[in-house]
C-alpha cells in the first residue's frame, strides 16, 4: 500500500459537485482526527472541462490521473452537451480512463441495507439482506471494439454498426477478479453472457470454464445467459453472490441491480487495473447514479453514494477496511435514525437535503468513534 496517498477528485457535472462537497467533509474529519492525510488535488472533467478548456479531459488531468494512488469520481453529462459530436461528448472522459488507465474491472455492488427495505419497488421478502457484487468488464468489448461506424450503403442507405469481441486474456483477468472475490464472499460466481446467439459469448464461456477447471475449482461456478439473469434478478435476487460479465451486459444488469435496492442514490462502484510491479494499483470510485441533470442544483441529491465510493477507496486501494467500515456504518446509522434524502424517503422519515444529510454522517461518525 502507498505511504503517500495521492488523490485525484474529479467532481465533473450536476449533482458530482454538490455529492463531493460531503466527500469532503468526510475526508477533513479524518484529517482532523488524524487517522488519514491525503494528498489531494482536484480538476474538470466532463461537461465542466468542455466548457472550460474545448475537451472532456485536458492531457494534464490525464498525466494526474496516472499519477494518482487514487480517483474520486463524480458525474459527468447533461443536457446542455447532448447535442455535441461522440467524439466530444463528457461520457469520453471516463470511457478514457477507463481505457488508458487499463481499469478493466468495474465492481458494483447492490446491498440492501435494513433501513431502506422499504425504499426499495420489489417486495420486501424477496430483497431483504440482498448483498451481490456484479464484476463487469470495463474496457473492451461493444464499447471499444473495431471496426465501428456510421457508413452509407451503395444503395444510399445508412448502417450503424459497433463490434463485440474479447480475447482469452481480457476474460481471464476479470474473471479472476469475480473469482477472487467469490472466495472471500459466498464462494458463488455467476458468469453471464449469451453464448446461445454470440461466438463471442460462446468463447466467453469457454475461457472461464477452462480458468475455473485450471485454477479455481474450489469456487462454485455457474453460467446464465444474459436475458435470463435479467428476469433472475428480479424473480430472486439473492441466488447471486458474484456475477461476472460483459462490458455491455454490465452495463444494463448493474443498473437493473441497483433499483433493486431502491435508489441509484446509494450505490458506490469501484474500477480497478491490475496490481503492477511496482505494487501500485490503478484504481477509480465513483456513485452509479449520473449526473442527475434534473434535480442538479437544488441541493436535494443524496451524497451516500459518492460517500460509499469514498469507503470502497479506503477499502481496496489503502487496505483500510476498518475505516470504511466505519464510513458504512454511519451511513447505516443515519438512515437507520429517520433521515432520509428525496430518493429514499419512506413514510414516517424525515426528508433533509445534500448538505444537512452530510452534517448528520460527520455527526454520526463523531458518535461511533
Ligand atoms: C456507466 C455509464 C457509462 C457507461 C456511460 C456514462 C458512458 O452508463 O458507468 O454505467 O455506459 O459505462
Ligand atoms: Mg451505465
Not at 441495507?113 to 461493444?142: C, F, N, Q
Request: aromatic share 6%.
Amino acid at each position: 500500500m502507498p505511504a503517500n496517498k495521492k488523490l485525484l477528485v474529479l467532481p465533473g457535472d450536476g449533482i458530482g459537485p454538490e455529492v463531493m462537497r460531503e466527500v469532503r467533509r468526510v475526508i477533513d474529519w479524518m484529517d482532523r482526527r488524524r487517522m488519514v492525510t491525503f494528498e489531494m488535488s482536484e480538476d474538470l472533467v466532463g461537461g465542466a472541462s468542455l466548457d472550460a478548456r474545448g475537451v472532456p479531459i485536458a492531457e494534464e488531468t490525464m498525466e494526474k490521473a496516472r499519477d494518482a494512488d487514487a480517483i474520486l469520481f463524480g458525474s459527468v453529462g447533461g443536457p446542455k452537451w447532448d447535442a455535441l459530436g461522440f467524439d466530444k461528448r463528457p461520457e469520453i472522459s471516463i470511457l478514457r480512463l477507463r481505457k488508458e488507465l487499463d481499469l478493466f474491472a468495474n465492481l458494483r455492488p447492490a446491498i440492501v441495507l435494513d433501513p431502506l427495505v422499504d425504499a426499495s419497488t420489489l417486495k420486501p421478502d424477496v430483497i431483504r439482506g440482498l448483498d451481490l457484487m456484479i464484476v463487469r468488464e470495463s474496457t473492451g468489448g461493444i464499447y471499444f471494439g473495431t471496426p465501428r461506424g456510421i457508413e452509407t450503403l451503395p444503395n444510399g442507405e445508412q448502417r450503424g454498426y459497433d463490434t463485440e469481441s474479447y480475447t482469452t486474456g481480457e476474460i481471464e483477468r476479470v474473471a479472476r477478479v469475480g473469482f477472487e472475490l467469490a472466495r472471500k464472499r459466498q464462494n458463488r460466481l455467476c458468469s453471464v453472457e449469451k453464448a446461445n446467439v454470440m461466438q463471442s459469448g460462446l468463447f466467453w464461456r469457454q475461457t472461464v470454464t477452462a480458468l475455473h477447471q485450471r485454477e479455481f475449482a474450489d469456487v462454485e461456478l455457474s453460467h446464465m445467459y444474459a436475458d435470463n439473469c435479467a428476469m433472475q434478478l428480479v424473480r430472486n435476487p439473492r441466488q447471486f453472490d458474484v456475477i461476472v460479465t460483459s462490458n455491455i451486459f454490465g452495463d444494463i444488469l448493474s443498473d437493473l441491480a441497483s433499483m433493486l435496492t431502491g435508489s441509484l442514490g446509494m450505490l458506490p462502484s469501484a474500477t480497478l487495473g491490475a496490481v503492477q510491479s511496482s505494487g501500485k494499483r490503478h484504481a477509480l470510485y465513483e456513485p452509479i447514479h449520473g449526473s442527475a441533470p434534473d434535480i442538479a442544483g437544488k441541493g436535494i441529491a443524496n451524497p451516500m453514494a459518492q460517500i460509499l465510493s469514498f469507503a470502497m477507496l479506503l477499502r481496496f486501494s489503502f487496505g483500510m477496511d476498518e475505516d470504511a467500515a466505519l464510513i458504512e456504518r454511519a451511513c447505516t446509522n443515519v438512515l437507520g435514525s429517520g433521515l432520509r434524502t428525496a430518493d429514499v424517503m419512506a413514510v414516517g422519515t424525515a426528508r433533509v437535503g445534500t448538505s444537512v444529510m452530510g452534517e448528520a454522517i460527520i455527526r454520526e461518525l463523531d458518535k461511533l468513534v
